[in-house]
Structure formats: structure tokens, C-alpha cells
């Protein structure tokens, strides 16, 4: 999970500095009060800043650039979330990162963002390619799908039998993170709850190993975990995007 937090946390400090909901010393504390070190573009093939730069310098290029907001890309063969066209060279090392960023003006997908070790972030050349979201919801509303399907889901697995590994996940521990708050970050948004934001991550993290979740059996149980990961992916991208 940690490296999708990472790169989370990393799309919502661009958007608060490109959106200006944040002052640039306010994404600082929030990263060092985290314990986490301040993200550092030591490449950048797109819009010319010299590496190495730091984040908030970088976010201030790029707008002047005219980038509008950046995108959470969540890879997994189950989920909708893509990124545009790179190089042959980049295109292993883009594939196979768990969550690029993309930067975008207005619908306009201009550069892949991968965040490394040590909070290195690299900025890789894409085609420049139209992006239309598949679902579109505001993070309440994902929220609120997501609310649903785990408690749907845990009903399941207290009546069907179900592979153990699931049986024995922390569905109620996921249930409470959805209902109650409590900020993983000063970076979430305020009309967002870091704590099912937490539960969101460790759904995913979760269901990265199951490539096919419609073929789990039982069937029923299949369905459900084939719905729930979208869901999860759903709500983090959303509040990352900061989409109200």
C-alpha cells in the first residue's frame, strides 16, 4: 500500500498548488509532519526544470506551463484507469509501476509522473492524447457506493463459504474506517475522510494480486469483489483529482 499512498499523496500536493488550496509551506508541513520526506523531481523530460527540483518549485513551472490539475492512475488489469502512450523505453518501467500520476491541461494528458525510492519523482514524455473518465461521481457519492459493497460483502462472507484469505479479511475494520474520521493526511481534502481513504488503499492493496475477481468462487462472492474494487479505485482517484 505504501507506494500507492505515496503516489496518492503526491497527485493531491500538485492539485493543491495548481488549484491554489494550499499554501506552498502548508504542502511542506504536511509531508513533514507525515514523517515523509518532500517529494524531488530528479527528471524531467517534459517541461524543461532543471533536476534536481523540488516539488513545490516544479508545481509552479507547470502551471505556468498550463497544466490544469493531475490524475491518479491505478494499474490493475480488472480497473479502467489508464495511462497515455509512452515511449517503447518507458513503456515497461510505466507499466509496471502500481500508480502514475498524470498531468494534464484540461482533458489533455501531457506527461506521466513516477514517483520512486526516497520520494524521487521522474517526469516522462507521453503522446498527447485525450483523456475521458469512465465513471464519473463526486468522492461522496463513490464513498457511499463503497460504504454499501463492504457491508454487502460482509454479510457474505458471515453466511457463504468463502477462500479463507478473504473470509478472514478485516471487513469490519473496513466498515468502522468508512463511517468514522479521521485524517491520515493534512494534504486530504477537507470535505474527504482520511480514514476511509486508508480503508480504500488497503481494499486495493488487497485485490492487486486477484487479476480476474469476477472468477472467485463462490459466484456471488466473485460479483461482489468484481464491484468492490472499482468502487475503492473509484473514491481514491476522486479525492485525489480533489473532484468535488
Keep these: 500500500m ?3 499512498l505515496d503516489s496518492f499523496l503526491l497527485t493531491l500536493a500538485l492539485n493543491h498548488r495548481l488549484r491554489a488550496t494550499m499554501a506552498p509551506d502548508e504542502v511542506s508541513a504536511a509531508f513533514l509532519d507525515d514523517g515523509r ?17 523540488g516539488l513545490l518549485l516544479f508545481a509552479a513551472e507547470i502551471a505556468g506551463q498550463g497544466v490544469t490539475h493531475a490524475r491518479l492512475s ?29 498531468l494534464h491541461r484540461g482533458e489533455q494528458q501531457v506527461a506521466v509522473v513516477l514517483l ?13 492524447t485525450v483523456f475521458r ?3 464519473v461521481g463526486t468522492p461522496a457519492e463513490a464513498l457511499r457506493r463503497l460504504r454499501l459493497l463492504v457491508m454487502e460483502g460482509l454479510g457474505i462472507v458471515e453466511t457463504t463459504r468463502v477462500p479463507e484469505a478473504w473470509r478472514t479479511g478485516p471487513w469490519r475494520d473496513w466498515q468502522e474506517e468508512l463511517s468514522t474520521s479521521h485524517p491520515i493526511s493534512k494534504l486530504i481534502p477537507r470535505s474527504a475522510d482520511g480514514r476511509a481513504i486508508y480503508a480504500a488503499l ?3 492493496d488487497r485485490m492487486r494480486s486477484v487479476l480476474a475477481p469476477a472468477t472467485v468462487a463462490p459466484p456471488e462472492f466473485g ?21 468535488e
Design 37 to 53: 520526506d518532500v517529494p524531488l523531481i530528479v527528471s524531467d523530460e517534459v517541461f524543461g526544470t532543471h533536476a534536481p527540483t
Design 133 to 135: 473518465p469512465v465513471t
Design 2 to 4: 505504501d507506494s500507492t
Design 202 to 204: 488497503d481494499i486495493h
Design 74 to 102: 491505478l494499474h490493475h488489469p480488472s480497473l479502467p484507469h489508464t495511462t497515455p502512450p509512452v515511449t517503447k523505453a518507458d513503456r515497461l518501467r510505466v507499466g509496471r509501476h502500481t500508480a502514475p500520476v498524470v
Design 223 to 243: 460479483a461482489l469483489l468484481a464491484r468492490l474494487h472499482p468502487a475503492a479505485a473509484d473514491y481514491i482517484t476522486a479525492v485525489a483529482t480533489m473532484k
Design 116 to 128: 520512486g525510492a526516497e520520494e524521487n519523482v521522474e517526469v516522462i514524455a507521453c503522446a498527447d
